[in-house]
């Protein structure tokens, strides 16, 4: 095992007044006027996934140009022109999945989304929470769908509940539960006609191949379109690639996608162990997003995890999911 985490503390969801704003794909001046946003989105052929102009390394571009600070607003720019997972948000689901996929839509692209909002989320650590109950996740839940439609999105489900089932951080008496609300979501998610959902597997330092075979089963892989792995994490594409490829195997030759997001320097080896993944320093920005991998098996490489937002109170970090400038600098200035 990496540590004992995953990298997992990454909220730092859009609010429902941002969906409305993205609806427009720009930003509007005290007198009404609209504004340019900062970065520009992706050309199509190079990747599917829209960039949101309205994004917290876009607003980072934009204080950086308005204060005259080319050169910072450049490195940021590295990162607000890529697309990156919109991670929704516990209180309006319907209304920022609606925003997100209506912006995308209009920018004729795919809509990135991330779902984390399991019961019992984290065990207890810096992105602890999620939904009260069974219902209450399965009803937030039916709104994300609803507020897709029938828009084209693809749908990274639940990094780590499936991991923490394996790994029995998250205690006994939640697991059936667990299995069945993740089934679910796949079954609920796949009912509207351009969804994609990839369930999160975790990565390549966390478990092996063998042992997520059946929970990946119960928990609904069947009905997805494939598994995510490295979700938050370091490790190198291409030993991201073999986990994949090793756990596809296993699953009835499953896709998968990877997250490069932040894994142009691999791991962090130094420090305490338990806390490796959080906030590493001398990491980097890994490769572009793009659904041109090369390879069949890979569907694509994502940002789901949004580059320069803290993983949590550590290192001297802000809490988890808040931008954090100084890091995003440092992804960026490393990146080859």
Known sequence: MYGSSTGRARLGVAAAGTA????????????????????SQQPKAKDPYWVNPEGKAARQVAA???????????????????????????DNPEAEAKGFTEAAAKADRDALLVLYNIPHRDCGQFSKGGAADGDSYRSWVDKVAKGIGGRRATVILEPDAVLHLVDTCTPEEFHEERFDLLKGAVERLKKQPKTKVYLDAGNAGWSEPDALFDPLRRAGLAAA????????????????????????????GKHFVIDTSRNGNGPYTGGDPAENWCNPPGRALGEPPTATTGDPLVDAYLWVKRPGESDGECKGGPKAGEWWPEYALGLARAAK
């Open 64 to 90: 950086y140009e308005k204060d005259g600070d080319d050169k910072n607003a450049e490195l940021i720019k590295r990162i607000a022109e890529q697309p990156v997972g919109e991670w929704i948000g516990p």
């Open 225 to 252: 379109d494939g598994f995510s792995v490295n979700v938050s994490n370091f490790f190198p594409t291409a030993v991201s690639k073999d986990f994949g490829k090793k756990l596809s195997a296993k699953v009835g």
């Open 20 to 39: 409305v704003l993205l609806l427009a794909g720009c930003s509007s001046d005290a007198d009404g006027e609209d504004k340019k946003p900062a970065v």
